[in-house]
């Protein structure tokens, strides 16, 4: 079917605001950049991935590679925790971006993302050649920006010949150091030279305050991860769960990164919910279980319902990786924002023993393991971290999901697993009359005790249908004359749009059947 113009991120965006799944925070305001909220489908789609993931961590871990089940445990710490927390783990000194101010356009960039080419050109009558340091936002555009504005400053300044520009030659403004180059260079949206500042490192925290006074002491941070709270945890959990090395423990809950450029929806925001385990196991096995806990995350997004093609594994090669990682790979998906190619869903990192050995050290209480089955050996255990997102994962859904299809009642539907729908079942009495309103209220009402239902009896079966379609939801049973005569209804398979007449007493039955498939 042919889809219309509109780009299909807009066209998602504007399906999750007219049925209810995310809007923008503070609307009415005029909104806030990089804060969402999420509406009652949204809502209920997020906490059902929250669930399956909870419940395929913590209550029904995998099998591990000697057919025994995995030991996880689950976490909810604290979003603030004492500031010494974010300094043994690097975030006070290294959770930073390099950022650039320009002073025309009160613009803010991040520094490495800023290409700087030197121009040639001829003025009129004047053999003589003049440059000027141009910058713009590196990427394939870069070229093309930069002519355009070297022709439109030519023009201002009574015109002349543009001599060849050669977007190789350029540098990364992190490059330039000296004071009168910086001084000439003209920034990405500016029109004239000198209005970037130096770059200046702009930590992603957001700090507040703990307590009545405002100072330096009292200064804590919003957590920018959720992993550091199970470190702080870690020797709580092995003293007071019957747990060992190999196990896990698994954490959901919000983050908070004052990103520089929030963008892409929800894909990168100022707050959003992450869902981490900390895998810690003896250092002899640290490689086995990253590959195992790689191949296991990607297994599971795809019986998610993402299709395979979609995700990708993309090993960080040596040289990328942070200096304490041993190895990591991410997740990856095809974004409608980077297709062809991938953007991160979920991280799958080998720390070692880097974190405990951090927090062993500034917090000076011994974390060792003693393992008395091994004759006292006493180690720091090593750790796997696959971290994902929940916000970022709910994005993932919405865009595997979404569906055009000119043929259907609504061209756009949602083809979410029915597992994870927000709306499992609607329920319709085909007229508000004879009898049939009455019985479709007694299977809401059953029903509802064992799955989410929505009792609809509003507009044509049609408008009803449509309506669930865009909601995702799998099934619709509708009740008609015949139903109080044969105690059976009609049910709608969203994905097929096939019909089919199923008993009321079987119906339950029928729909947890398909939700377990
Ligand atoms: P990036 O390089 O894109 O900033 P990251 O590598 O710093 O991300 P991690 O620290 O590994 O991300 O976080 C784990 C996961 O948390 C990511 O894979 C992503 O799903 C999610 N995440 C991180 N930052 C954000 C954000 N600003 N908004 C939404 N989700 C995020």
Not at 21 to 42: C, M, T
Request: hydrophobic fraction near 35%.
């Amino acid at each position: 079917m042919p889809e219309p113009d509109t780009s299909m991120m807009s066209r998602l965006t504007a399906l999750c605001k007219r049925r209810g799944f995310v809007f923008q925070a503070s609307e009415i305001y005029g909104g806030l950049n990089g804060f969402w909220d999420f509406g009652p489908l949204g809502t209920q789609l997020k906490n059902n991935l929250r669930d399956a993931w909870w419940r395929d961590m913590v209550e029904c871990p995998p099998l591990g590679p000697d057919g025994k089940p995995l030991s996880i445990v689950g976490l909810d710490s604290s979003i603030i925790q004492h500031p010494k927390t974010w300094e043994a783990s690097g975030h006070v000194a290294g959770f930073a971006d390099l950022m650039v101010d320009c002073r025309e356009t009160k613009q803010r960039y991040r520094a490495d993302h800023i290409i700087v080419v030197k121009v040639l050109f001829k003025k009129k009558d004047n053999a003589t050649t003049y440059t000027m340091q141009l910058s713009a936002l590196d990427g394939d555009e870069a070229s093309e920006v930069i002519t355009r504005k070297a022709k439109k400053l030519i023009q201002k300044s009574g015109g002349g010949e543009l001599l060849p520009i050669n977007i190789g030659e350029g540098r990364p403004f992190t490059e330039i150091q000296d004071s009168e180059t910086l001084a000439l260079v003209i920034g990405p949206d500016a029109e004239n030279p000198g209005t970037l500042t130096e770059p200046r490192a702009f930590n992603l925290m957001f700090p507040t305050y703990h307590g009545v006074f405002q100072n330096e002491e009292s200064k804590v941070w919003l957590r920018p991860e959720t992993a550091q709270g199970i470190f702080l945890d870690y020797k709580n959990v092995l003293d007071t769960s019957r747990v060992k090395p190999p196990f896990g423990v698994a954490q959901v809950g919000k983050s908070f990164r004052n990103e520089v450029t929030p963008r892409n929806f929800i894909f990168r925001t100022r707050e959003f919910e992450q869902m981490e385990m900390e895998f810690f196991c003896a250092p002899e096995d640290g490689m086995m279980w990253y590959e195992f806990w790689v191949n296991e995350r990607l297994r599971w997004w795809e019986a998610q319902g993402v299709k395979k093609e979609n995700l990708y594994r993309h090993d960080i090669p040596d040289g990328e990786r942070a200096f304490y990682s041993a190895a990591t790979a991410d997740i990856e998906y095809k974004y409608p924002f980077t297709a062809p190619n991938f953007g991160e869903l979920e991280g799958v990192a080998y720390r070692t023993d880097y974190d405990l050995k951090q927090h062993q050290t500034h917090s000076k209480v011994n974390l060792e393991y003693i393992d008395q089955e091994n004759g006292n050996r006493r180690y720091l255990p090593h750790v796997i971290e696959p971290a994902s997102g929940l916000t970022r994962g709910l994005l993932v859904l919405l865009c595997e999901g979404y569906q055009y299809d000119e043929s259907r009642a609504s061209p756009e539907w949602l083809k979410i697993k029915p597992s994870l729908a927000p709306i499992k079942l609607g329920i319709f009495p085909l007229v508000n009359k004879d009898g049939m309103p009455e019985v479709a209220e007694k299977i809401y009402l059953d029903l509802r005790k064992h799955f989410t239902c929505q009792y609809d009896a509003k507009q044509s079966i049609g408008k009803r249908y449509a309506r669930m379609d865009e909601a995702g939801t799998p099934f619709c049973a509708t009740i008609d004359g015949e139903s109080l005569k044969d105690n059976a209804v009609t049910v709608r398979d969203r994905d097929t749009a096939q019909q089919e007449r199923v008993s009321i007493d079987r119906l339950r039955e029928y729909v947890e059947k398909k939700l377990a498939g």
